[in-house]
Nanobody
Framework: QVQLVESGGGLVQAGGSLSLSCAVSRSIVSITLMSWYRQAPGKQREWVAGITSSDNTNYADSAKGRFTITRDHDKNTFYHQMNSIKAEHTAVYYC?????????WGQGTQVTVSS
């Protein structure tokens, strides 16, 4: 069993920055892939970025150059740094990992961008 808890969301002005966290309930050494998704109002959930156990990262085109995802083994936490935020980035952001044959999602954290 793995629990994922996102935090760090909130209200931010367009052009600003925000750092989201995904705290994992156990060691992340064995987590081979952590992905970030978002769901904007009235839209389907979409993939944003992913990071592997070897710290390889991939980003959706909309995230490249703006978002950076990292991991901290000591804190068992993944991070999603958002820079130059736009109004279109308003969404609930989720972390997700396939681990032990199951798929785990966090509860999400709301990011609201004001123009």
């Amino acid at each position: 069993q793995v629990q994922l808890v996102e935090s760090g969301g909130g209200l931010v002005q367009a052009g600003g920055s925000l750092s989201l966290s995904c705290a994992v309930s156990r060691s992340i050494v064995s987590i081979t892939l952590m992905s970030w998704y978002r769901q904007a109002p009235g839209k389907q959930r979409e993939w944003v970025a992913g990071i592997t156990s070897s710290d390889n990262t991939n980003y959706a085109d909309s995230a490249k150059g703006r978002f950076t995802i990292t991991r901290d083994h000591d804190k068992n936490t993944f991070y999603h740094q958002m820079n130059s935020i736009k109004a279109e980035h308003t969404a609930v952001y989720y972390c997700r990992t396939p681990t032990g044959g199951r798929l785990y999602w966090g509860q999400g954290t709301q990011v609201t961008v004001s123009s």
